[in-house]
């Protein structure tokens, strides 16, 4: 047997479960926290799997929510957060909330108490070296410095960010049509007779419209910056719409909504302004507003552009930001198995591999450890099927989102959402049209029933 240990940087999340899951596997672990030796800006503890910003895992409600559907997959592959969450939850009607401090103990007792686990305080600043083998990097949107810079050595400059410049993301199946429609500027790349190959959804402003929109998001409330947040600056190419609004009134009419180039099939006035959006991942479900990252709150973002034309019933898969994060360009750096393609005895985990979130970035260590287990113990693993919410998050992550100038900036962390989940493989059951609301529920059944089947054949696999 070999005893040697698997090392995990980052006591986070990410790292807790990833540890779990090869200690379940009697594989040894070793967590290398630099807090309770250096702390960072967010933390206030040295506690493993500290929640930093809110104290809950949202909504539980399986049959519904893509993150409820999370919890119960995370649930069925022994998950040590959902175990503690379970034992430390409070009130919080149908979202899953805890006691912060009580869930770090737990988490943190559950693993100290097990004899193949070693808790070892201290920074490290450089790329792990070749002895320590195989090893895992979970050490979430507060990297160290010193750390970052070695990833950055290894990966090259352009593959790590920073800063997150969000964008909302739209459910494709909830734009208005009647009001939107297809066009590239000047029709650039689309096929003749064909308007749905265009690259862009058009949303048209009339001049009203558009001066009112102005109002709209410059007197919206916008959130605040964390404290450690203040001294990083605005990109050009990433500019807060409000910022933009501020320079003048017509800034955005003459940047991201300029008109020229688009005619709209739907009226012969022309539009005076046009919000565009881009497809977002290679399913088509789900396309991101052009150059709409903002810091309004997330109820004045709904009010607002569900006013722009053709968005006047949209479903958001997410809503736009800006937050000091670290992340690296997963789809270009990661194989599937969450291995650094171009050093293999590297495994990624958590927030840094462009997954937004507590749950998210605890299924990706779940998945981390449980691959890497797989590896230790000689047996093959493949990933969860994609219609699992692990399968869709992964994909996602390391080759569903739609890369742009191959560059960090192309590509942005995102949570899990059904916009991400294949669609469903019919749309009529006796003969009846699938109703929106039903199609959740479907997607739920499906990935239970698909994880079961991947569960059954890795146990098999490990069996051999």
């Keep these: ?24 596997a009697n594989i040894p672990v070793i967590i290398h926290e630099m807090r309770g030796i250096k702390s960072t800006d967010a933390h206030q503890t040295d506690g493993l799997a500290e929640m930093v910003c809110s104290n809950s895992f949202r909504s539980d409600d399986m049959q519904n929510n893509a993150v409820g559907l999370l919890h119960e997959e995370m649930r069925r592959l ?9 034992h430390c939850k409070v009130p919080a009607g149908s979202a899953l909330a805890v006691d912060r401090t009580d869930f770090s103990k737990y988490v943190q007792d559950k693993l100290t108490a097990h004899p193949l686990f070693t808790l070892q305080r201290g920074e490290v600043d450089t790329i792990p070296p070749q002895e320590w083998g195989n090893v895992i990097i979970a050490t979430g949107p507060l990297t160290s410095e010193a750390l970052a810079k070695a990833v950055l050595e290894i990966t090259g400059v352009d593959e790590l960010a920073f800063f997150d410049a969000i964008a909302p993301i739209i459910y494709k199946d909830t734009i208005d049509f009647n009001k939107a429609w297809y066009q590239s500027r000047y029709n650039k790349g689309a096929k003749p007779g064909d308007d749905a190959s265009a690259d862009y959804i058009n949303c048209p402003m009339s001049k009203q419209q558009y001066y009112q929109f102005i109002d709209d998001i410059t007197d919206g409330e916008k959130s605040d910056y964390k404290q450690w947040e203040q ?74 552009f569900r006013k722009i034309p053709g968005l006047e019933n949209a479903e958001f898969a997410r809503l736009g930001g800006l937050h000091r994060n670290t992340f690296i360009n997963s789809p270009k750096l990661l194989d599937h198995q969450l291995r650094l393609k171009s050093m293999p005895r590297l495994r990624f985990a958590g927030q840094i591999t462009g997954v937004e979130g507590y749950v998210e970035s605890g299924a990706m260590g779940l998945l981390a450890g ?43 962390p995102m949570n899990v959402n059904f916009g991400i989940f294949p669609p469903l493989e019919f749309k009529k059951i006796d003969g009846k049209k699938i109703k929106r609301k039903d199609r959740k529920p479907l997607k739920a059944k499906r990935a239970i029933e698909a994880l079961e089947m991947w569960l059954e054949q890795s146990q098999q696999s490990a069996e051999k």
Excluded at 1 to 22: D, F, R, S
Excluded at 379 to 403: K, Q, R, S
Aim: with cysteine; charged share 15%.
């Design 231 to 304: 001294d990083i600056p605005f990109f050009e190419g990433c500019m807060p719409i409000e910022v933009m609004a501020s320079r003048g009134v017509e800034t955005l009419s003459f940047g991201p909504m300029k008109p020229v180039g688009l005619d709209n099939p739907h009226s012969d006035e022309k539009p005076y302004a046009v919000v565009q959006l881009r497809q977002d991942n290679r399913l088509g479900t789900i396309y991101n507003m052009v150059g709409f990252q903002t810091k309004l709150k997330y109820k004045h973002q709904q009010e607002i």
């Design 1 to 24: 047997m070999n005893n040697t240990p698997v090392h995990i940087i980052g006591g986070g999340m990410a790292g807790c479960e990833a540890a779990w899951q090869l200690l379940q």
């Design 78 to 86: 022994n998950s040590l957060l959902m175990e503690a969450a379970e």
């Design 370 to 412: 449980r691959f890497l287990a797989a590896e230790y113990l000689g047996y093959d693993i493949t990933p969860p099927p994609m219609v699992t919410a692990f399968g869709a998050l992964i994909n996602h992550i390391t080759g569903g989102h739609i890369e742009g100038a191959g560059t960090a900036k192309s590509f942005q």
